[in-house]
C-alpha cells in the first residue's frame, strides 16, 4: 500500500516529517519498506500486514498516526446533494446468498459526464501506483484507496431491470470479466446478478463483468458498495487465480460499516467531477449487520503477559485513538494505576480480528511502545540437554573430521530418475505433487544420489580430490506414512594422498574408503581387541561387484561401501573412480552409546611382547579372516594380535598363488615369554595353518 | 735458557731456578707459552699437536691440547708438580706451590673458555647448515570441516543450551494440522499464502495430507503434547517453502525455532533472552528493536531487527552512499518472534490463563550469510570444496 504523505494530511495535522513518521509507523506495526520523493511529495511503501484490512486506505493509516501522535482524527461525514427521485424507486437489490454477501449498497446518478480527471486526481492516483482512465473509474479507485473499501460501478443503462440479484455461482457457469477473459467460475462463489439473475454482471468483491462496464458513452451509473465474506473470496481468488486490489480487501475482512459510506464518498465525487444528479437516498440491503463485541482488559493481564505496566492515561488514549471506546468498569474506578483495573472495549467495526483481551493488550503495547518494556533474562529451571545421539554424533564427527571428511549439506530434492539408479529395490519414493521442477521431484531415498552430485559439481569444476560427509536423512514412503532415517553418507575421489614435497601422490582406493570405515568402526569396540564392524561380501548393484562391502554390528545391518559401478559412473560422466559409503545412523549411535558404557579399563601388560613373523603362500582366495580364525581357534591365550603386514602377488610368486606376510605378538600377562614356549606356540600357529589351509611357509 | 719443552722434564735446580724470582720467571714462561697455543685456531692447535705428536685417538684438537696441558699421565702440569714441586727443595715449596696453582686455574679457566667458543661457532655453522625454510609448506594431513551452515547452528545451540535451552528435533514431512492448523493457521487463512508449500504425492484415498514443513514451528506443538510446563527448547532444522532458487531464496533452508513456556514468562523475558543471544553471536556493540508485527502463533508478534553489522547503523556506505546492505535504514531484519498466542495453547491442552510464553524462529542461512558477508544463499548447497576449505 503506497501511502501519500500529504492525502493523510485530509485527516490528521501531521507536523512530523515524512522519514520520522514512517520511522513511528514502523515502531508500531505498520511495517514500511521504503520512503520516497516523488512529484508529488512523499510515499511511503506500507507492507500492511494481512490482519490489518483497515490499514489498505489512507484513513485507516491516519487513525494509525493519530494514535501515535496523540492527534485528533477528522471525521468523515458527507453530504451530498440529492435530487427528489429516490434511489429504490430506480434499482432494486435481492441478496439471495447472505452468507457470502452481507451487505450490499446501491446509489444511482443520473446525467454525468464521463470525462477525463482533474489533475489533482490523477496526481494522487499516480501517487499510489494507478492508472486513470477516466473520472469515474478513477473516483472509484480513489475512494477505494482513501477509505480502504473497495467499489465497482455500473452503466446503470445496462443493467437488465435495473436490478440486481446476489446469488451463488451455479456449476459450469462462466463470466467475461472487466479484463477481458472469460472465466469459469466456482459453486462457492458470489456472484452479482441483473434482471432476473440468470445473467452474470460481477464476481463479488472480485471483478466486475465486461458487459455492464463504464464507458465513455454511458450516461447513468449505479454505485456498488457491498461486503463480502472474506473466506469465500479468499478460497474464490485461490481457485481463480485471480487476486485484485478488491478481492484482496475483502478477503482480508473489510469494514461492512465502511460500504454505506464509501458509497457516499463516491457519489459526492462523482457530483462534483462528472456532474448528474444522486438520487435520493440508498438501497442498502445488510442482511449481516453485527452487533459490536464487547472485549474486557485488565492490568493484571497486561502485568501477566507483558512483564511491566502501562500507566492508565496511555491505555486509555491508544485505545481510544483506535476506536476501542474504553469504560473503567472495575469497583476501583478513579483509582489510577490500580491493579484491579478493568476497561470494557467495543469493538470498532474495522477492526475484525480484534476480539479477545490479548488482542487488545497487543494494542496497548504496540502503541506505547515496545522499547518501554525493559528486557531481562529468565533464570532457568531445569537443566537443559542435547538431543539423545548428540554425544554419539559428536564422537563420529571428530573422527570424520580428523580423517580427512568434509561435511556437506544438500537439498533433498533430486530428480526422479537420479534417484531410482541408487533406490534399493522395493522402496517407495516421496514423490513431490507439485515440484517446481522435474529436476526436483522426489526427495532422496538415499543420501547417496545428492553426494554423487556434489562429487559431480566438484569434478565439474575443476576440483578432482574430494573427501565428503553429510549427515542428514533419505525419506521414503510406507503405505500413507512418511519415513525419515537418519543416515551417514560418504563420497571420495581423486587422491588419498596428494603430491608433496616429502611425499608421492596416492589415489584413493577401496582400502582407503574400508580403513576410514573402520576407523569409525572403533568408537563401537571395546577392549583391546575391538573388532568394529563386521565385513561381509554383498552389497547393492550400483557398487562395483568386486569392490564392495556389507558392514553390520551384532546382526544389525548397518550399511554398504564400496566403489561406484562403471555403467553408473559412466551415465553420470563421473570420469574417474568414486567411492561412496552409507550408514544408518540410528543403529551407528546405539552401538557407539553400548560401547561406551560396556568400555572397561585393561591393565597394561607388565611383561615384553614378542612379535613373529610368517610368510606364507596360500592359493588365491584364502581370506585374511579365515587364517586368524585358524589361529584364533587354537585358543593361545598368549596370542594378543594377529596383523597382516604384507601382501604381495606376482614376481616370483606362482601364478594362483598369493604371498602374505602376518605378524603374530605374543604376550603374557603372568611372566616373561621364554623362547621354548614361543618356539611351541610357533609350531602349533604353523601347523594348523599347513594342515587347514595348506599354507606354505617361506622364508621371511 | 732451555726451552719449556723440555724444561718440564727436569728439575729446577737442574734449569738453575734456585730463588723466588727465577720461578715467577718460569711460570711466567709456561703460562706465555700456554696463552699463545690457546689462541691458535683449530687447524693451528691440529698441526702444534702433530708437531708434539700428542694428537690423541679421537682426533680432536682441543682434546689433545687439554690433555696435553692437564692430562693426568704426561701433561705438563702434571710433569711439573712431579719435577718441579715435588723434587724441589723445602724452601722454595711455598713459591712454586702457589704458582704452580695460579697456572693451572689459569689454563682450566681459558681452556673452558675455548671450548664453550668452538661449540658455539660449530653449532652456528650447523644452524646455517640445517636452517629450515619456513616458508615451505609442512607435511599436510587432510583435514576435514564442518559445513558453515553446521557451525552456526552449533554456535547457536550452544548459546541457548547455556540459558537452559534443550535441543530437540522433528519430522521434516509433516501434516497440515501440526505446520497450520495447531499454529493457528486454518485453510484459506492469508498467511498460507506467504508459505507456499510443498506436498508429498501419496496413494488414492490416503486419510492424511503430507507436506514438507515450511517452518520448523510444527516442533512448538509436537514438545508442549508431550512435555508440560516449564518448556524450554530450540529446534534447529530444514524448512521448506515452494519459492523459486534465486541468490536469497532456497526452496530448502535452515531454521532455528525457539520456545519457551511456563507460568512467569513475560514479554521482558522474551526481549531479554532474544537480546541476549544475538549478543552472544553477533557482539556486545550491536543494538537491537522490537517492531510489532503479525503471525498467526504469536501474539504480540514482534519482527526483531539489529543494528547494521555491515555500516555500524549509520546506514551509509564507507566510500560514500547509501550501505547496500541495509538499504540505508541502518537496521537489518533478522526474524519473527512473539508471545505465544493463547489459542496455540488451547490445541495441547495447556492453561492459557495460567501459562505464557514466546516462540521464535531464525533462519540460519540468512544469520550466515550475514555474518560471513556470503551474498548467494546456493554456495551453501554447491558444496564446492573451495567454499568448503573457507571454513575449517
Ligand atoms: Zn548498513
Known amino acids: 500500500m503506497k501511502v501519500v504523505y500529504n492525502w493523510l494530511k485530509d485527516f490528521v495535522d501531521l507536523t512530523a516529517p515524512p522519514q520520522e513518521l514512517a520511522s513511528r509507523l514502523a515502531l508500531s506495526g505498520t511495517n514500511v519498506g521504503s520512503v520516497e520523493n516523488g512529484p508529488h511529495g512523499a510515499v511511503i511503501d506500507a507492507e500492511v500486514g494481512s490482519n490489518r484490512p483497515d490499514c489498505l486506505g489512507h484513513y485507516g493509516i491516519a487513525r494509525e498516526v493519530a494514535a501515535i501522535y496523540k492527534l485528533a482524527l477528522k471525521h468523515v461525514s458527507l453530504k451530498p446533494a440529492e435530487s427528489a427521485a429516490k434511489a429504490g424507486d430506480a434499482i432494486k437489490v435481492e441478496i439471495q446468498s447472505p452468507e457470502l454477501c452481507g451487505r450490499f449498497t446501491a446509489r444511482v446518478i443520473r446525467n454525468v459526464k464521463i470525462q477525463p480527471s482533474p489533475k489533482w486526481l490523477k496526481d494522487r492516483l499516480e501517487a499510489s501506483g494507478v492508472a486513470s482512465i477516466s473520472n469515474v473509474v478513477d473516483i472509484s479507485n480513489y475512494v477505494m484507496l482513501e ?94 487465480k485471480l487476486h485484485t486490489e478488491a478481492s484482496t480487501r475483502f478477503g482480508r475482512g473489510a469494514d461492512p460499516e465502511m460500504a454505506e459510506l464509501a458509497s457516499r464518498r463516491c457519489a459526492e465525487l462523482i457530483l462534483q467531477l462528472a456532474g448528474g444528479e444522486l438520487l435520493a437516498g440508498v438501497v442498502d440491503v445488510y442482511p449481516g449487520k453485527r452487533v459490536p463485541k464487547k472485549i474486557r482488559v485488565t492490568r493484571a493481564e497486561i502485568l501477566r503477559v507483558m512483564g511491566a505496566d502501562v500507566p492508565d492515561k ?61 528486557p531481562r533474562l529468565p533464570a532457568a529451571r531445569q537443566g537443559a540437554s542435547r538431543l539423545p545421539h548428540h554425544e554419539a554424533e559428536t564422537r563420529l564427527r571428530e573422527r570424520l573430521i580428523g580423517l580427512g571428511y568434509r561435511e556437506i549439506v544438500t537439498i533433498p530434492h533430486v530428480a526422479e530418475e537420479r534417484d531410482a539408479l541408487f533406490r534399493p529395490a522395493g522402496v517407495l519414493p516421496a514423490r513431490l505433487s507439485n515440484p517446481l521442477s522435474e529436476e526436483a521431484g522426489v526427495l532422496k531415498s538415499t543420501g547417496i544420489v545428492t553426494m554423487a552430485a556434489a562429487l559431480e559439481w566438484n569434478l565439474n569444476h575443476g576440483q578432482r580430490n574430494a573427501r565428503l560427509f553429510e549427515i542428514g536423512r533419505h525419506y521414503r514412503l510406507e503405505g500413507n506414512q512418511s519415513l ?133 603362500l596360500l592359493a588365491d582366495g584364502i581370506t585374511f579372516a579365515q587364517i586368524v580364525e585358524s589361529i584364533r581357534s587354537l585358543n593361545i591365550p598368549e596370542i594378543t594380535s594377529i596383523e597382516t603386514v604384507d601382501l604381495f602377488r606376482g614376481k616370483n610368486v606362482p601364478a594362483g598363488k598369493v604371498s602374505l606376510l602376518i605378524r603374530v605378538t605374543f604376550q603374557s600377562r603372568e611372566a616373561t615369554l621364554m623362547d621354548a614356549q614361543i618356539n611351541h606356540f610357533v609350531g602349533k600357529v604353523i601347523s594348523i595353518l599347513e594342515h587347514r589351509h595348506g599354507a606354505q611357509l617361506r622364508a621371511s | ?150 557451525q552456526v547452528f552449533q554456535e547457536i545451540e550452544d548459546i ?137 502463533f504469536t501474539e504480540p508478534s514482534v519482527e526483531f531487527d539489529v543494528s547494521c553489522i555491515f555500516c555500524g547503523g549509520s546506514g551509509a556506505a564507507a566510500g560514500g ?63 564446492d570444496v573451495r567454499f568448503l576449505k573457507q571454513f575449517p
Open chain 1, 147 to 240: 477509505l480502504g473499501h473497495a467499489l465497482h460501478t455500473f452503466d446503470y443503462d445496462k443493467v437488465r431491470d435495473h436490478k440486481i440479484v446476489v446469488r451463488k455461482a451455479k456449476p459450469s457457469e462462466k463470466i467475461r470479466t472487466l479484463d477481458g477473459v472469460e472465466r469459469q467460475l466456482d459453486s462457492g462463489m458470489c456472484m452479482i446478478c441483473d434482471g432476473d439473475g440468470s445473467r452474470t454482471v460481477g464476481i463479488g468483491g472480485i471483478m466486475g463483468g465486461a458487459e455492464t462496464e463504464i464507458s465513455f458513452s454511458t450516461k447513468n451509473v449505479l454505485i456498488e458498495c457491498a461486503w463480502f465474506d472474506p473466506i469465500a473470496i479468499r478460497r474464490a481468488t485461490r481457485f481463480l
Open chain 1, 314 to 374: 496511555q491505555i486509555e488514549a491508544s485505545l481510544t485513538a483506535l476506536g476501542f471506546a474504553p469504560v473503567r468498569i472495575d469497583h476501583n474506578r478513579g483509582a489510577e494505576g490500580s491493579l484491579l483495573a478493568t476497561w470494557e472495549c467495543t469493538q470498532p467495526s474495522w477492526r475484525a480480528e480484534v476480539e479477545r483481551e490479548i488482542d487488545l493488550i497487543e494494542e496497548i503495547a504496540r502503541i506505547y511502545g515496545l522499547e518501554k518494556f525493559p
Open chain 1, 484 to 616: 525419515e532415517t537418519r543416515v551417514l553418507t560418504l563420497g571420495a575421489t581423486g587422491e588419498a594422498r596428494e603430491k608433496g614435497l616429502y611425499d608421492s601422490a596416492r589415489e584413493f582406493s577401496f582400502a582407503d574408503l574400508k580403513g576410514d570405515l573402520d576407523a569409525i568402526g572403533q568408537l563401537v569396540g571395546s577392549g583391546h581387541d575391538a573388532r568394529g564392524f563386521d565385513w561381509h561380501d554383498g552389497g547393492t548393484d550400483w557398487l562395483h561387484a568386486a569392490k564392495r562391502g556389507k558392514m553390520s554390528i551384532a546382526k544389525t545391518e548397518l550399511g554398504v561401501a564400496g566403489q561406484l559401478a562403471r555403467r553408473v559412473a559412466d551415465r553420470l560422466k563421473l570420469r574417474q573412480d568414486v567411492f561412496f559409503a552409507e550408514l544408518e545412523l540410528d543403529a551407528l549411535y546405539a552401538a557407539i552409546k553400548a560401547a561406551k558404557t560396556s568400555r572397561r579399563y585393561e591393565p597394561l601388560p607388565r611383561f615384553p611382547a614378542v612379535e613373529r613373523d610368517f610368510s606364507l
Open chain 2, 1 to 150: 735458557m732451555p726451552t719449556v719443552d723440555n724444561a718440564t722434564a727436569k728439575t729446577l735446580n737442574e734449569l738453575g731456578v734456585n730463588d723466588a724470582q727465577g720461578v715467577a720467571e718460569i711460570f711466567a714462561e709456561v703460562r706465555a707459552r700456554f696463552d699463545r697455543q690457546v689462541a691458535l685456531d683449530t687447524d693451528g692447535i691440529r698441526n702444534l699437536m702433530l708437531q708434539q705428536a700428542w694428537l690423541g685417538s679421537d682426533r680432536d684438537p682441543v682434546t689433545s691440547l687439554r690433555n696435553f696441558w692437564l692430562g693426568r699421565k704426561a701433561g705438563v702440569l702434571t710433569l711439573i708438580t712431579e719435577n718441579w714441586l715435588k723434587r724441589s727443595p723445602p724452601s722454595l715449596k711455598g713459591v712454586i706451590g702457589k704458582q704452580f696453582n695460579e697456572l693451572k686455574s689459569h689454563i682450566e679457566t681459558k681452556l673452558a673458555e675455548q671450548r664453550k667458543r668452538i661449540e658455539e661457532k660449530t653449532e652456528a655453522a650447523a644452524l646455517t647448515r640445517e636452517q629450515v625454510d619456513l616458508s615451505l609448506p609442512g607435511v599436510i594431513h587432510p583435514i576435514g570441516s564442518h559445513h558453515l551452515i553446521r
Open chain 2, 160 to 296: 541457548f543450551f547455556s540459558i537452559g535451552f534443550s535441543v530437540v528435533e522433528g519430522p521434516e514431512i509433516e501434516t497440515p494440522y501440526y505446520n497450520f492448523e495447531a499454529l493457528n493457521i486454518p485453510e484459506f487463512h492469508p498467511v498460507r499464502d506467504d508459505m507456499d508449500t510443498f506436498y508429498i504425492d501419496l496413494p488414492e484415498g490416503a486419510p492424511t495430507p503430507l507436506l514438507l514443513r515450511t517452518h520448523t514451528s510444527p516442533m512448538q506443538i509436537r514438545t508442549m503434547e508431550k512435555q508440560k510446563p516449564p518448556v524450554r527448547v530450540i529446534v534447529p532444522g530444514k524448512v521448506y517453502r515452494r519459492d523459486n532458487p534465486d541468490a536469497t531464496h532456497s526452496f530448502m533452508f535452515h531454521q532455528v525455532e525457539g520456545l519457551a513456556v511456563d507460568t512467569d514468562i513475560t514479554f521482558c523475558d522474551f526481549t531479554g533472552t532474544i537480546e541476549y543471544f544475538v549478543k552472544q553471536f553477533f557482539g556486545a556493540g550491536v543494538k537491537t528493536r522490537f517492531r510489532p508485527s503479525y503471525f498467526p
Open chain 2, 321 to 383: 552512499g547509501v550501505c547496500s546492505k541495509c538499504k540505508g535504514a541502518g537496521w537489518i531484519e533478522l526474524f519473527g518472534a512473539g508471545m505465544v498466542d493463547p489459542a496455540v495453547y488451547g490445541f495441547v491442552n495447556y492453561d492459557a490463563k495460567k501459562v505464557s510464553g514466546f516462540a521464535f524462529g531464525m533462519g540460519i542461512d540468512r544469520l550466515a550469510m550475514l555474518r560471513y558477508g556470503i551474498d548467494d544463499i546456493q554456495v551453501f548447497f554447491q558444496n
